[in-house]
């Protein structure tokens, strides 16, 4: 472990935490380290103190830095999304992170809002083909803890066929958890795109009557849940 991360820790620990002490060490160690760091997690997470706790004023530097540690280290740590997150909301164009973003999103999938958030962004900025296989594995087999699947899902369809769109949807369903506050728009979207497909219908009513009658949700939901189910068994 480098001899200036082991020298913050001991300020951290002995609770002596200066601004100036972290300010002196981290521009040293995140500099010297930045072209051959040992450790990919270690540096991004030094970098993620530095952004917290240093002066704004030394973000462009910092946002300098992790391009050239981005540029020769390809291998990620999953905190590197934060990493991401950070630099994005200070208006920094998408395009001088795009590529690694995207690739970072693939190697790393994850029930996680930062994951989602990411995801997001960069579907906003720039549709690549890339990024929908990326989007298609996640919305296919995770997301079932987070309510940001909805709107992944919601930003997806267009390059989907509806059967895929609603099949990808009863999947979610139940794999869910059923106190997600997104699980009944998603059974309603479900409802509304489904078309003569009777296998869809039937998975579609047995899973509606079994999330109502287990009581989750509010009673409105709850009702908008067994009015689809209504509709779906007439047709």
């Known amino acids: 472990m480098s001899r200036y991360w082991s020298a913050l820790a001991v300020v951290l620990f002995r609770?002596?935490?200066?601004?100036?002490?972290?300010?002196?060490?981290?521009?040293?160690w995140l500099k010297s380290d930045v072209e051959n760091a040992r450790s990919v997690?270690?540096?991004?997470?030094l970098w993620l103190l530095a952004w917290n706790y240093l002066d704004g004023s030394k973000r462009p530097f910092l946002i300098e830095l992790a391009e050239i540690n981005l540029r020769n280290h390809p291998n990620f740590?999953?905190?590197?999304?934060?990493?991401?997150?950070?630099?994005?909301?200070?208006q920094v164009p998408v395009d001088r992170f795009f590529?690694?973003?995207?690739?970072?999103?693939?190697?790393?999938?994850?029930?996680?809002?930062?994951?989602?958030?990411?995801?997001?962004?960069a579907f906003s900025h720039r549709i690549t083909n890339e990024l929908l296989d990326v989007g298609m594995i996640w919305v296919s087999g995770w997301g079932g803890t987070v309510s940001a699947w909805l709107d992944i899902w919601r930003s997806l369809r267009p390059?989907?066929?509806?059967?895929?769109?609603v099949e990808i949807g009863?999947?979610?369903?139940?794999?869910?958890?059923?106190?997600?506050?997104?699980?009944?728009?998603?059974?309603?979207?479900?409802?509304?795109?489904?078309?003569?497909?009777?296998?869809?219908?039937?998975?579609?009513?047995?899973?509606?009557?079994?999330?109502?009658?287990?009581?989750?949700?509010?009673?409105r939901s709850r009702d908008d849940v067994r009015r689809m189910v209504s509709y779906l068994e007439t047709k």
């Not at 590529?99 to 962004?121: A, F, G, P």
Request: contains cysteine; proline residues 1%.
């Open 99 to 121: 590529d690694v973003i995207v690739h970072w999103l693939d190697v790393y999938k994850r029930n996680s809002v930062v994951w989602c958030d990411l995801y997001l962004t």
């Open 15 to 28: 609770r002596r935490f200066l601004v100036e002490d972290l300010d002196s060490l981290v521009s040293r």
């Open 170 to 219: 009863i999947e979610w369903l139940n794999r869910a958890r059923w106190d997600l506050r997104i699980w009944p728009s998603v059974f309603n979207d479900c409802g509304l795109l489904v078309h003569r497909n009777t296998r869809q219908i039937q998975k579609l009513v047995e899973v509606g009557r079994r999330w109502a009658g287990a009581q989750f949700g509010n009673r």
């Open 41 to 45: 997690g270690l540096w991004v997470s």
């Open 159 to 165: 390059h989907m066929s509806s059967e895929e769109q």
């Open 77 to 90: 740590s999953e905190r590197h999304g934060d990493m991401f997150l950070y630099i994005l909301r200070e």
